[in-house]
């Protein structure tokens, strides 16, 4: 397949720094996170085994499509992804862990063209793509993915909800960043309302509307609480999330000032912190068949 990255323009991720070390981290942590916490990496699907040929599209790091590859070794797959950063750690990772002989990673653009033949994979994949994919990007991203899959084939995306979960103890200022998070995603496109619904909800009837048959749902509450290890990732990914996410949400909530984001940060982190510290966020898996 060719691999040279086509010329690096601004792309529409909520990160512009397509080399920042801090969202290469935390996207491995949340990879990790969300797929443990979803119980498993397709555990909506009855049988995985019948899959041959996988397509990971926006894949980041690569810990979910290298994940596929370790767990069934009878696939051969491809994850894309606009970053070269992203794609060359990926490389490295799957090099470790031996799987490098059936994993390939591309740069790619993914919002341009899926540069693959048609009916090609028999699972399209597209987890977590809130970030890049603006409300207006779907009927073209759905019909790209529908073409590179063969008939019977399916075609998932997988995404959370737009805020950083629901907290059972007062959290006030994870609370307000979340409430700011969400009014950037809406004001910069990425959500069809306002709301942290505002993708997932819309995910069924986006797949149903753009050609794909016996689209199915599956709601995955994935809970993060003080004292276990879930708790610990959460801390870890948000930590750096305020900071990868700074210039995004200042540009697009038109809220806080700099100086009011931070000590927002500092003290939601503190409440991550805290003892009784317990948040479940909810993660979406909308799927069709080709
Ligand atoms: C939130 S991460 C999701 C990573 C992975 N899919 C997961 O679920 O763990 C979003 C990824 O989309 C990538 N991305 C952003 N814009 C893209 C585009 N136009 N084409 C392909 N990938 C893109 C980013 O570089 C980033 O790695």
Known sequence: MQNEPKKEITGTYYVQDRKSLQEL?????????????MGGLLPEQEDPSRFQRVLDIACGPGEWIIE???????MTLIGVDISSSMIEYAREQARVQHVDDRVEFLVMDALLILEFPAVFFDLVNLRCCVGFMRTWDWPKMISEMRRVTRSGGIVRVADAEAEAGHTRNACPALTQFSTLFCQALYEAGHLFEAVPSGLTAHL?????????????????????????????????????AFQTLRPFILKWSG???????ESLCQQALEEIQGSDFYNTWNMHTAWGIK
């Open 25 to 37: 981290e935390r996207l491995t942590i949340q990879g990790q996170m969300m797929t443990r916490e």
């Open 68 to 74: 596929m590859a370790r767990t069934y070794p009878h």
């Open 204 to 240: 069924v009837p986006l797949l149903q509307r753009h050609g794909c048959r016996n689209v199915q749902t599956r709601t995955s509450p994935m809970i993060y609480q003080a004292g276990e290890p879930s708790g610990e990732a959460f801390y870890r990914d948000m930590k750096r």
């Open 255 to 261: 809220k806080p000032q700099k100086d009011e984001y």
